[in-house]
C-alpha cells in the first residue's frame, strides 16, 4: 500500500494548458476515483502518475519517493488500460507470466504467483486460452491478473470497463469492489461514468478542465455539492438548477427529492404541466415545464393529466451564488421562496 501525492502539478501539451495547477493526495490503501466529463485532465493525472506522462512543473510522489524523473518501470504501480493490451498469440498464462519472465522472476515463483492471482480473478480453468476464444470479461480479468503478479504498490485503471456491456460492467464492478478489498492495496481508477464512481469508490476526485472541482466521498459529494458544476455532474437526472427564483441566487433540488403534489411545510411549491414521462421500472421520469423554466422528477407516483404542484422540502433545498457556488441555504433566501407570485 502506498500514498500518492500530487504537488504543483501542471501540465502543457503544446501551447495549451490543460492542468493549471493540481494539488492531491490519494490515502494508501483507499479506491480512488477520478472522474469528470471528456477532456477534464482525469486520464492526463493516471498517465503522470504512471509515468507516461510528464508533468511540465510540479512534484508526483509514490510515499516519500519523488517519482518526477523515475521510469515506469520501476514506480512501483501496474496499470490497466480500457483495451486490455493483451499478446493475441499468447494464451492467458503466458500473458500474465511475460511481464514476469522479463523480469527474471525464477519458475517456481513465476508459477506460485500465477496459480495465486488465477485463483483470485477466477481464471484457473482458462490458462490454456488465448484472447480470442475468452469473453470481455474474461479477457479483463487476465490484465487485472497481470498487473496483480507484479505485487505493485499501486494499481492504476484507466476506464478498464467502459469496452463491457451494461451487465457485465455491474458484474465487473462487483468484483474490483471485492478484488480491492481482498489486496487492500491503493487503486486509483479513471472513469466518466458517474455510477461507476458513486459505487465503487470510497474517495471521488471529481474534475472539470485540469481543476478539482470536489474530493470527497461518494455520500459527501451527493448530499454536500460545494458547486452548481458537481451538483449537476453527480445524481441521474442531474439536479435540477433554478437561476430566477431569487435575485443572484441559483436554487437547486434534486429530482428524486421532488413531489408532484402539494406537501405541507414545503419549502418551495411550483406550478408546472407534465411534458413527457419516461418509464423506468418502479420509478418515472418527468419533465415539467414551470414558469421559472424545465425541471425533471423522479418519482414511483403515476401522475395522470398534465397539471401538478411540485413540492420540494426545505431540507431538500440546495442554495448557490451567482458563480455557482454553495452559499447558506438563508432565511432571507427561503422567505422569498415561500412567497413566490402564483405558487403554491
Same mark, same amino acid.
Do not use: W
Given at each position: 500500500?502506498?500514498t500518492?501525492?500530487?504537488?504543483?502539478?501542471?501540465?502543457?501539451?503544446?501551447?495549451?494548458?490543460?492542468?493549471p495547477?493540481?494539488?492531491?493526495?490519494?490515502?494508501?490503501?483507499?479506491?480512488?476515483?477520478?472522474?469528470?466529463?471528456?477532456?477534464?485532465?482525469?486520464?492526463?493525472? !493516471?498517465?503522470m502518475?504512471?509515468?507516461?506522462?510528464?508533468?511540465?512543473?510540479?512534484?508526483?510522489?509514490?510515499?516519500?519517493?519523488?517519482?518526477?524523473?523515475?521510469?515506469?518501470?520501476?514506480?512501483?504501480?501496474?496499470?490497466?488500460?480500457?483495451?486490455?493490451?493483451?499478446?493475441?498469440?499468447?494464451?492467458v498464462?503466458?500473458?500474465?507470466?511475460?511481464? !514476469?519472465?522479463?523480469?527474471?522472476?525464477?519458475?517456481?515463483?513465476?508459477?506460485?504467483?500465477?496459480?495465486?492471482?488465477?485463483?483470485?480473478?477466477?481464471?484457473?480453468?482458462?490458462?490454456?486460452?488465448?484472447?480470442?476464444?475468452?469473453?470481455g470479461?474474461?479477457?479483463q480479468?487476465?490484465?487485472?491478473?497481470?498487473?496483480?503478479?507484479?505485487k505493485?504498490?499501486?494499481?492504476?485503471?484507466d476506464?478498464? !470497463?467502459?469496452?463491457?456491456?451494461?451487465?457485465l460492467?455491474?458484474?465487473?464492478?462487483?468484483? !474490483?469492489?471485492?478484488?480491492?478489498?481482498?489486496?487492500?492495496?491503493?487503486?486509483?481508477?479513471?472513469?466518466?461514468?458517474?455510477?461507476?464512481?458513486?459505487?465503487?469508490?470510497?474517495?471521488?476526485?471529481?474534475?472539470?478542465?485540469?481543476?478539482?472541482?470536489?474530493?470527497?466521498?461518494?455520500?459527501?459529494?451527493?448530499?454536500?455539492?460545494?458547486n452548481?458544476?458537481?451538483?449537476?455532474?453527480?445524481?441521474?437526472p442531474?439536479?435540477?438548477?433554478?437561476?430566477?427564483?431569487?435575485?443572484?441566487?441559483?436554487?437547486?433540488?434534486?429530482?428524486?427529492?421532488?413531489?408532484?403534489?402539494?406537501?405541507?411545510?414545503?419549502?418551495l411549491?411550483?406550478?408546472?404541466?407534465?411534458?413527457?414521462r419516461?418509464?423506468?421500472?418502479?420509478?418515472?421520469?418527468?419533465?415539467?415545464?414551470?414558469?421559472?423554466?424545465?425541471?425533471m422528477?423522479?418519482?414511483?407516483?403515476?401522475?395522470?393529466?398534465?397539471?401538478?404542484?411540485?413540492?420540494?422540502?426545505?431540507?431538500?433545498?440546495?442554495?448557490?451564488?451567482?458563480?455557482?457556488?454553495?452559499?447558506?441555504?438563508?432565511a432571507?433566501?427561503?422567505?422569498?421562496?415561500?412567497?413566490?407570485?402564483?405558487?403554491?
Amino acid at each position: 500500500m502506498s500514498t500518492i501525492r500530487l504537488k504543483n502539478i501542471q501540465k502543457s501539451f503544446d501551447t495549451e494548458l490543460v492542468i493549471p495547477n493540481l494539488n492531491l493526495t490519494i490515502d494508501t490503501g483507499s479506491f480512488t476515483v477520478l472522474v469528470g466529463p471528456s477532456g477534464c485532465g482525469k486520464s492526463t493525472t !493516471l498517465r503522470m502518475i504512471s509515468g507516461l506522462e510528464k508533468p511540465s512543473a510540479g512534484d508526483i510522489f509514490i510515499d516519500d519517493d519523488n517519482v518526477v524523473d523515475t521510469v515506469p518501470g520501476k514506480r512501483g504501480i501496474a496499470m490497466v488500460f480500457q483495451n486490455y493490451a493483451l499478446y493475441p498469440t499468447m494464451n492467458v498464462r503466458d500473458n500474465i507470466e511475460f511481464g !514476469l519472465k522479463n523480469k527474471k522472476v525464477p519458475r517456481e515463483d513465476r508459477e506460485r504467483l500465477i496459480k495465486e492471482v488465477c485463483e483470485i480473478v477466477e481464471l484457473t480453468p482458462y490458462l490454456e486460452r488465448r484472447p480470442s476464444a475468452l469473453s470481455g470479461g474474461q479477457r479483463q480479468r487476465v490484465a487485472l491478473a497481470r498487473a496483480m503478479v507484479k505485487k505493485p504498490r499501486v494499481f492504476l485503471m484507466d476506464e478498464p !470497463l467502459s469496452n463491457l456491456d451494461a451487465k457485465l460492467r455491474a458484474q465487473m464492478r462487483v468484483e !474490483l469492489i471485492e478484488l480491492h478489498k481482498r489486496l487492500g492495496s491503493t487503486f486509483v481508477y479513471v472513469t466518466h461514468d458517474q455510477i461507476e464512481a458513486m459505487s465503487m469508490g470510497d474517495n471521488i476526485v471529481l474534475m472539470d478542465k485540469g481543476i478539482i472541482m470536489q474530493c470527497s466521498s461518494p455520500r459527501d459529494i451527493y448530499h454536500n455539492p460545494r458547486n452548481v458544476f458537481t451538483a449537476q455532474f453527480i445524481g441521474t437526472p442531474p439536479m435540477n438548477i433554478l437561476p430566477s427564483l431569487v435575485p443572484d441566487v441559483q436554487i437547486g433540488f434534486r429530482p428524486e427529492k421532488t413531489a408532484l403534489l402539494p406537501l405541507e411545510n414545503s419549502g418551495l411549491r411550483l406550478r408546472g404541466n407534465i411534458l413527457t414521462r419516461e418509464q423506468l421500472g418502479a420509478e418515472m421520469n418527468y419533465s415539467v415545464n414551470t414558469s421559472y423554466g424545465k425541471v425533471m422528477v423522479k418519482s414511483e407516483e403515476n401522475v395522470e393529466g398534465p397539471g401538478c404542484v411540485l413540492s420540494i422540502k426545505t431540507e431538500h433545498l440546495f442554495a448557490f451564488d451567482s458563480q455557482g457556488q454553495r452559499i447558506e441555504m438563508r432565511a432571507g433566501i427561503l422567505d422569498r421562496l415561500t412567497t413566490l407570485p402564483g405558487e403554491g
